[in-house]
């Protein structure tokens, strides 16, 4: 089981990115699939997650309206779309699978698999 998370980069703010979480070793359709982010000297958080059996997603306060993720289950990816990047969005962002749709969506050990991060700054 791996999930490959990429698309991170150095980017100024008011800019977007789209960062992606390819899985193999399992069927991405029967997961759902979260995304959380690490800060400097902050506790990792819950960003967004998109649930497997009717595709509801889920933002955190800090990123509704600017964030969005899908899934692509012909391509084994799930998307998150980052606008209107702030410097406080700078992290390192995590994708998670969870066999089950999560009772707590931010719940961490929800999620049964991890993949790296890849690092997000927001900078000018």
């Known amino acids: 089981v791996q999930l490959q998370a990429s698309g991170g980069g150095l980017v100024q703010p008011g800019d977007s990115l789209r960062l992606s979480c390819t899985v193999s070793?399992?069927?991405?359709?029967?997961?759902?699939i979260g995304w959380f982010r690490k800060a400097p000297g902050k506790e990792r958080e819950g960003v967004s997650s998109?649930?497997?059996?009717?595709?509801?997603?889920y933002y955190a306060d800090a990123v509704k309206d600017r964030f969005a993720t899908s899934r692509d289950n012909a391509e084994n990816t799930v998307y998150l779309f980052l606008y209107s990047l702030k410097p406080e969005d700078t992290a390192v962002y995590y994708c998670a699978a969870a066999r089950q749709d999560p009772r707590l969506v931010w719940a961490e050990y929800e999620y049964n698999y991890w993949g790296q991060g890849t690092q997000v700054t927001v900078s000018s």
């Open positions: 070793g399992f069927t991405l359709e029967s997961h759902a």
């Open positions: 998109i649930y497997r059996n009717n595709g509801r997603t």
